[in-house]
């Protein structure tokens, strides 16, 4: 198995979060990209979402900047239990997309 990918209703967020993750085998592949892109056009386009959320451990530079990358914007920080910092992510549906949708739809 290279990773998985879902994309999930969470109380965390207050929405659909997406969560990733890949084999190390698999890392600096560009795979990780298209795996979250393809999670967040599920999410869009299939399940009807405005916005996508996604939370990641504050030193995980790697997927920060991938999130960046592909439209994510940082929102807020989890304060966690044992003292480290979950970052909170949002991608917002382009309002052009929408307005164009609506006009289609």
């Known amino acids: 198995m290279i990773g ?3 994309i ?5 967020v207050g929405g659909h979060e997406i969560v990733y993750a890949l084999a190390p085998a698999a890392w ?12 967040v056009a599920y999410g869009f386009d299939v ?10 451990a504050a030193p995980n530079g790697v997927s920060l900047t991938l999130l ?3 439209g994510f914007e940082h929102v807020r920080d ?8 979950t970052r909170v992510l949002t991608r917002r549906l382009a ?5 164009s949708t609506v006009r289609q739809g």
């Open 4 to 6: 998985h990918a879902e």
């Open 8 to 12: 999930k209703p969470t109380d965390v």
């Open 28 to 39: 600096g592949s560009g795979l990780g990209t298209e795996l979250a892109q393809a999670v």
């Open 47 to 56: 399940l009807a979402l405005t916005e996508v959320h996604a939370t990641v």
């Open 68 to 70: 960046d990358r592909i």
């Open 78 to 85: 989890i304060s966690e239990d044992d003292g480290s910092t």
């Open 95 to 99: 309002a052009t997309v929408r307005a």
